[in-house]
């Protein structure tokens, strides 16, 4: 694993629970996208904890100077607080990577494919999609995307745009806590709103990629199977309280400046 001290160059707030970290790398690195690098974190007495998070950046043509990770805050984890709470523009963070060599996708490998995003879950999607815009790539691909509340909706203006270039890039949203008005679909994913999804994209789905916590993926996983996908074709990704390790000592101190 290769280490490098990375220096956050910006924090942009995305939701009320996940913000953008940008790291200047100096020692740039290429990646696939769908691919992740772990976070380190040293507390003053030595203790150590990491994290993974999926790169949301493109690629780009070569190595990657910077990067961007969507951080969402797990009041049980380790890192995700101090990066929230604690870490600030000129601060180094330990960033190793990267690692994934499973969930990764880009316009070479073909389509139609559907991506399934719930949550923080969207962010190795956007790596995708922002590689498959920048080489002007018009591989069919659907993402559907699920929120609690339209506030929880990352990355929502640049996948519009996205979408409405006519690229063959669809976006298909769907909020599960919120009622009323709203242009997207109330309630969770199910198999009869994924068989639609399937029905109207005119050729067979190459590949299914879903990203989100363990619930979510175990039931997008099923009724996407239940769709009528078969198995073989799927690829999933999980993040959650699962993925924090078991002794939670929340990081306190000033990190490396």
């Known amino acids: 694993m290769n280490w490098q ?6 924090i942009e707030t ?8 940008f790291f200047r790398l100096p020692e740039p690195f290429s990646f696939r996208p769908g691919q992740h690098v772990l ?4 507390a003053p007495d030595g203790y150590r904890a990491q994290r993974s998070y999926s790169i949301a950046s493109a690629p780009g043509l070569g190595r990657a100077e910077e990067l961007e990770l969507a951080i969402e805050r797990f009041d049980d984890g380790e890192v995700s607080p101090f990066m929230h709470n604690v870490a600030q523009v000129e601060d180094e963070i330990e960033i190793g990577g990267p690692i994934g060599g499973h969930f990764n996708w880009s316009p070479e490998d073909g389509g ?11 962010a190795p999607f956007m790596s995708m999609l922002r590689h498959r815009a920048a080489i002007v790539s018009q591989v069919p691909v ?4 699920s929120a609690r509340l339209r506030e929880d909706l990352l990355f929502f203006d640049e996948l519009s745009k996205l979408a409405a270039s006519g690229d063959g890039f669809s976006l298909m949203v769907a909020l599960t806590r919120e009622a009323g008005a709203h242009p997207f679909r109330a309630g969770r994913i ?4 994924i068989a639609g999804i399937v029905g109207a994209m005119k050729m067979p789905v190459r590949q299914v990629m879903i990203c989100g ?20 074709t799927i690829k999933t990704e999980r993040y959650g309280a699962t993925d924090v390790q078991a002794e939670v000592r929340p990081l306190a101190g000033p990190l490396k400046r």
Do not use: C, M, Q
Request: hydrophobic share 45%; proline share 7%; charged share 15%.
């Open 213 to 232: 916590s363990h619930p979510f993926v175990e039931t997008a996983a099923e009724g996407t199977i239940a769709a009528g996908i078969d198995p073989g």
């Open 142 to 145: 659907v993402l559907v995307f």
């Open 14 to 21: 995305l939701s009320p629970r996940v913000k953008s970290f």
């Open 5 to 10: 001290n990375a220096i956050i160059t910006r």
């Open 112 to 122: 139609p494919v559907l991506f399934i995003g719930g949550g923080s879950g969207v």
């Open 190 to 193: 199910d198999t009869e709103f």
């Open 39 to 42: 976070l380190r974190l040293t």
